[in-house]
């Protein structure tokens, strides 16, 4: 019986034995499967810190070259700021910096940006593509991809190629930004303004103003400008509510509908309505507004700039005009009212026949005085007016010499001195503006044209030798940059550009050159 229990027993803890054996096998193979699986995580950890180690080096050596490349664009850039400065001042001022032979960084350089990129590598550098050409390649190839780049620097706005256009919006503008469309709006806008004088010229003549060819013409021209309203319209949207010439503009075409609306109705007015139809020919004056519209035709002509500043500068100064006519008005208002005191209620000078008629007639009233001491303003017969006022009562010289120093001499010359500030600030804008544009033409440029220097320095050594370049045909750079400048070879632009006389050009005095060339010829154009 003993012996039963105990075997029972043995057998009771066999079995939990081979339970835990059975469960601590399950939980070796899930820590097995578990350790492949962190195992397998960490090979793919390594793996992913490998290639982020080598994109990190490659970022780093990439950043290093654009840094070096970087280095080399600024230092001609702040030389050529200089140059700018003193084209502003009146004159092309070219300052080139002796060559230096070439650093082991610069090798470098040039070793690694003959090597062929990958698009990884290719990415991390300026959207300007660096890759040198084949020295073998023929230099119509050569041309045409340098002088692509340096056109599109040197002659376009960036924002404003002209590429295909799917939608009304982008060929309106596209129509509107072309130089022939502005040119056309010009021509037209002339020839109304010389329809227009023709057309006042012939209805003085009873046998032409039935002639029908002036509103046929009229209504020609309206069509146009109607045309281009709606062209700018549709190419800038809401923008053109901003702009103060579309303003002028939309609104003279609005003025010229009032003028045909009118005229139309002037034809069914009959001779019955004769009040009615004088006071219609009355309104169709507005008609002449529409030779404002010359005054824009000046911006848009490059041989009548000066007039076009002048234009300029009067609508610009309509403050300055404000505040003159507000200010000669209350001085004038001043004067008259010391006037009638003195001149008006003076009895003797009424009664006296030498006098009688000046004081009734010009300064019987506030109005009149105004109006005759606008004679001081223009400086306009002043004699007829205070000589015998003044010779019968010498008091009023110092009431007559008071206008004089104040209306037409000091006045007056504050006006000028107003005006000349005001445009020699608006020139000193333009010069501004100018140089501003010179500048961005010159970052549009510099990265194309040291792509050529790339080109033409075939031996990667970092300076041009004459032996290099006289062989290549001037026509691998651009018209826009040697065009006006009277050079007819490579090997004569070579010897423009070494001025020291060393027989060879570093990328500095290749650039600088080239650029001081391209501004000389903008600003003689």
Not at 44 to 55: I, P, V, Y
Not at 233 to 244: E, H, M, V
Request: aromatic letters at 8%; hydrophobic letters at 45%.
């Amino acid at each position: 019986m003993v012996d039963c229990l105990g075997a029972l027993e043995t057998d009771a803890a066999l079995g939990k034995v081979m339970d835990l054996i059975r469960e601590m096998q399950v939980q070796h193979e899930t820590s097995t499967a578990k350790l492949k699986y962190v195992q397998l995580q960490q090979t793919k950890a390594q793996r992913l810190f490998s290639a982020l180690q080598e994109h990190y080096e490659a970022t780093e050596k990439a950043l290093g070259m654009l840094q070096t490349r970087q280095g080399k664009l600024a230092e001609p850039m702040l030389s050529l700021e200089a140059q700018i400065q003193g084209i502003m001042d009146g004159g092309v001022t070219t300052t080139f910096l002796k060559p230096q032979a070439p650093t082991e960084e610069a090798r470098q350089d040039a070793d690694d940006l003959s090597k062929p990129k990958t698009p990884s590598e290719t990415s991390c550098h300026s959207p300007v593509d660096f890759t040198l050409v084949n020295p073998q390649t023929s230099s119509k190839r050569r041309t045409s991809r340098v002088g692509s780049l340096l056109e599109e620097a040197l002659t376009e706005d960036v924002h404003e190629v002209i590429q295909e256009h799917s939608s009304i919006p982008d060929m309106a503008r596209a129509v509107v930004r072309h130089r022939a469309f502005e040119v056309s709006i010009a021509i037209c806008i002339c020839a109304n303004a010389i329809v227009m004088g023709l057309e006042a010229e012939l209805s003085l003549y009873e046998d032409m103003k039935r002639a029908v060819w002036p509103d046929v013409m009229d209504a020609f021209f309206l069509s146009v400008f109607s045309l281009e309203i709606l062209c700018r319209l549709l190419a800038f949207g809401r923008k053109c509510w901003t702009d103060a010439w579309f303003l002028f503009d939309f609104s003279l075409v609005m003025i010229s509908m009032v003028a045909v609306i009118v005229a139309t109705a002037l034809d069914h007015v009959g001779d019955d309505n004769k009040q009615l139809a004088d006071t219609l020919t009355n309104l169709l004056v507005i008609r002449s507004m529409r030779l404002l519209r010359i005054a824009s035709t000046f911006r848009l002509m490059h041989f009548f700039e000066t007039v076009w500043r002048l234009v300029n500068g009067l609508l610009t100064s309509y403050s300055a005009m404000l505040s003159t006519c507000c200010l000669l008005a209350l001085t004038l208002y001043v004067f008259a009212c010391i006037g009638i005191e003195i001149i008006t209620k003076d009895a003797r000078l009424a009664a006296h026949p030498d006098t009688a008629f000046i004081v009734a007639y010009n300064f019987g009233s506030i109005f009149r005085t105004m109006l005759t001491l606008m004679q001081f303003v223009t400086v306009d017969s002043l004699a007829a007016v205070y000589m015998p006022l003044i010779i019968l009562k010498p008091g009023l010289f110092l009431y007559f010499l008071g206008l004089v120093l104040i209306v037409s001499i000091s006045l007056m010359n504050l006006v000028t001195a107003i005006l000349v500030e005001s445009a020699l600030a608006r020139a000193a804008g333009d010069k501004d503006h100018l140089k501003n544009v010179m500048k961005q033409k010159i970052r549009l440029a510099l990265p194309a044209l040291e792509t050529a220097f790339d080109d033409l320095d075939t031996d990667n050594s970092g300076f041009l030798t004459r032996e290099e370049v006289e062989h290549v045909p001037l026509e691998m750079l651009p018209a826009a940059v040697i065009s006006e400048s009277g050079i007819n070879s490579m090997a004569e632009l070579f010897d423009l550009l070494d001025v020291d006389d060393t027989n060879s050009l570093d990328r500095t005095e290749f650039l600088e050159g080239l650029i001081s060339i391209f501004l000389q010829d903008v600003l003689e154009s």
